[in-house]
Structures are given as structure tokens and as C-alpha cells.
């Protein structure tokens, strides 16, 4: 009696999941013997996001505005968060300098931005020749994320202080406070 009883259940689930599955045009346009549908999966919706452009770059970082951020303990490289950089834009990228100091003292200093969606990150400017200003030559498109390398600090940014759930975890000032006071993973304060 179970048995046929769960028989019965399964064909009546697989006739109900056969009747609300459907392979409609884009156009939804009515079918004779139904109403129309404009029901569409979420992965099958054409992507709409749209880059914000970039078009002034923020000042050349001040020493007394760099926030230090750790990358791995096994590093020797130093890693700072430009302060005055960093900013939350509506197309959902967060955008910052990063200052990366060599214990001899050399430093590499770029402009770059991460984008909590699709776990990637661009570079739009770097640090010029004479140490002056911005070389946009070596800006690059969108780049995947890297995990695990000795110096990932992409991958620090995003997974300890940029981003949650795909999204940033709130405005620059929630960021930089959770950078300053060393709040990382489970232990950042997320807000609006």
C-alpha cells in the first residue's frame, strides 16, 4: 500500500514539474490552450551590467593615509589600502589604491578595482616612471581572482573586507573602519 502510494506521488510530482516547465520564445506570446508565461530562470537572464567609467584617478596616496591590511603571515611584503581611494560605486565595484612595500623599501602603487559579482578585479592605473603620478598604459580588463598564491591580495581584500553574498559589504566608511580595526570575515560589521 506504501509503495503504490509513493508511486502515485512521484507521477502526480512529475506530471506537476512537467506542466511548469516550459520552452517558450522570448517573444511570450499566448499559447492557444493557455495563458502566457514571462517566467524566466535567473542564469538564463542576459547579463545588464554596465561598468562605470573611470575617468579621473584619485590623488597619489599620503603616508598618513594608507591602512595596512595583512595578505599571509608568510609574506615579507607589506600591504596598505589608500584611505582617501577607496570608494563604493553604484555599478557594485569597490575601487582603491593599494601600496605594496618591499622590506628593502621599493613600492609598487596601483589603482585598481574589484568587483564583488564575478570575484574579479582590474587595474586601471599604476605608478609612473618618475614616481609621480599615474601610467594608465598598463591598466587591464577583468581579471578572475586568484586564491592561494603567497602574495593574493586581491583575494584579501575581497574575502576579509570588500565583499559578502556577491555584494560590497557597505560604503567606503564601514570598509575603511573595518580595515582599521582589523574586522575581518565573520567579524566584519556589514550595514548600508
Not at 517566467?39 to 590623488?59: G, I
Not at 612595500?101 to 568587483?115: C, F, K, L, M
Amino acid at each position: 500500500m506504501k509503495v503504490s502510494a509513493f508511486a502515485v506521488a512521484c507521477f502526480a510530482a512529475g506530471i506537476l514539474l512537467a506542466g511548469c516547465s516550459s520552452t517558450k520564445s522570448s517573444t511570450s506570446t499566448s499559447a492557444p490552450d493557455g495563458p502566457k508565461s514571462d517566467f524566466q530562470y535567473l542564469f538564463d537572464r542576459p547579463s545588464t551590467w554596465t561598468e562605470k567609467k573611470v575617468d579621473a584617478l584619485p590623488a597619489m596616496p599620503q603616508p598618513g593615509n594608507l591602512l595596512p591590511f595583512t595578505v599571509s603571515q608568510n609574506t615579507p611584503l607589506q600591504f596598505a589600502v589608500d584611505a582617501k581611494s577607496l570608494s563604493v560605486d553604484s555599478d557594485g565595484v569597490v575601487r582603491y589604491t593599494v601600496v605594496i612595500t618591499s622590506p628593502s623599501g621599493a613600492r609598487n602603487v596601483n589603482y585598481e578595482g574589484i568587483r564583488c559579482e564575478d570575484y574579479s578585479w582590474k587595474l586601471y592605473a599604476g605608478l609612473n616612471a618618475d614616481h609621480d603620478g599615474w601610467d594608465r598604459t598598463v591598466a587591464n580588463d577583468w581579471t578572475r581572482i586568484e586564491n592561494g598564491d603567497l602574495n593574493a591580495y586581491h583575494a584579501a581584500l575581497y574575502q576579509d573586507y570588500f565583499c559578502t553574498s556577491k555584494m560590497p559589504v557597505g560604503k567606503a566608511d564601514l570598509i575603511l573602519n573595518n580595515i582599521r580595526l582589523k574586522r575581518v570575515n565573520s567579524t566584519l560589521i556589514r550595514g548600508s
